[in-house]
Every structure is written in C-alpha cells, then in structure tokens.
C-alpha cells in the first residue's frame, strides 16, 4: 500500500508541478470550476427539455438523477471510509491554483459526475462518445493540476461514476424503456 501511496504522490506531482505551464494555469482553474459552465448547463438543459421530445426529455431527468445520487454516494459515504486528506492540505510545495478546502480526497466528485455525464451521455447519444471522454479526461486532469487530489482519487472517482452509470444502464435497458416508448 504504501508503494501506491509513493506513486500516487509521484504522478502528482508530475502532473501539479513537471508539467506546470503559462496555459495550463489559466486552463486548468477555468475547467474545473462548475461556475465557468452553469449559465450553459442551466440553458443547454432548458433548451433540451423544452424543445426535445419525451425521450430527451426522460433521459435529462435521468442524467441529473443519477449525477445527483452518485455525488451523495461519493460524498456522504465513500469519502467519509476513506477519509483521504486532500494532496494540498498534506504535501509540501503543492502548486495551489484553487482554494483548498477540508473535505477529504478520495473520491474526486468533479470525477464521479463527470464520468457519469460522459457515460450517459455517450450510452444515449453515440456521436458524442469522443467530446464527452475530452471533456472528462479535461475535468479530471484538472483536478490534479489544480493540486486538490491526487491520480488515485480521480481514477477512484471515474470508476464510482462508471459503475454508478453502468448500473443506471443496465436499469434502462432492463425496465425503463417501456416509460421511453409509452405514448
């Protein structure tokens, strides 16, 4: 365990500080930040609900559903097992590029909904398979080049968020899709 824990720490610190550039401090707060993406989110969903049909409009509510759930699984549950402290509450030289909160690591939630999102995403809508793996490979890298969790945490996170979707598929496939074809 403690040889993970090492390099956990060591690709972390390639990440937070090796790669540290110009761009990258400017991108990487941007991405990671919900606030940057509500005023999208809240119309892209608006528009989507309003003007899809009854399918869109199921899958939306199911896509927000299930990120809800597995945040409240990761959060009120995982984290509080784990109890990770967070990289730049407990190492040195952390190149810090957001607030740093007291909230345990492990998992990363920006990860666990991210994965989610791209996994539903991508299982109803298959053309945006390669945006959606972009945009949470983008999100996740984030969070370790912003310095608030380690590769072990956002790989823990996307796995909770996999296993999370796969569950909600398999549920889909099983039984709702007699609510998607009812008239």
């Not at 991405?31 to 009854?54: A, E, Y």
Request: aromatic share 16%; charged share 15%; proline share 4%.
């Amino acid at each position: 365990m403690k040889y993970l824990i090492e390099i956990d720490k060591a690709i972390f610190y390639f990440i937070n500080i090796t790669i540290q550039n110009p761009f990258f401090d400017w991108l990487m707060p941007f991405v990671t930040k919900l606030g940057n993406f509500k005023i999208p989110i809240i119309t892209g969903s608006f528009l989507f609900f309003i003007l899809g049909k009854k399918k869109e409009r199921l899958f939306l509510i199911l896509l927000i559903a299930t990120i809800l759930f597995a945040d409240y699984i990761a959060t009120q549950f995982i984290k509080y097992i784990f109890i990770r402290i967070r990289p730049c509450n407990a190492l040195p030289n952390v190149h810090l590029l957001v607030g740093c909160t007291g909230s345990y690591s492990f998992p990363s939630s920006h990860a666990v909904n991210i994965t989610v999102f791209a996994v539903l995403t991508s299982y109803k809508y298959r053309f945006l398979i390669i945006p959606s793996i972009i945009i949470a490979l983008l999100v996740c890298l984030s969070r370790i080049y912003v310095g608030v969790h380690y590769p072990f945490d956002v790989l823990g996170g996307a796995v909770v968020g996999a296993l999370i979707s796969i569950g909600v598929i398999y549920l889909d496939s099983r039984y709702l899709k007699r609510f998607y074809n009812s008239k």
